[in-house]
């Protein structure tokens, strides 16, 4: 089947005109002061909040 007439290039860009990604947010970590991303575990140091540690030591 083919369409019954043609979409405008100004319709399509209009319909993908929501689609853009969107820059990443981070939060800065309040114990270490490096950034992450909100509601996860810091990398660097491992906490979450102030209950919440993870401990982040190598294990060999």
Not at 11 to 23: E, N
């Amino acid at each position: 089947m083919l369409p019954k007439k043609k979409i405008s290039k100004t319709r399509t860009r209009t319909k993908r005109a929501h689609q853009a990604i969107k820059p990443t947010n981070y939060a800065l970590c309040p114990k270490c002061g490096t950034a992450k991303l909100p509601h996860a575990a810091c990398d660097k140091c491992g906490y979450v909040n102030s209950k919440i540690t993870l401990d982040l030591s190598k294990e060999e």
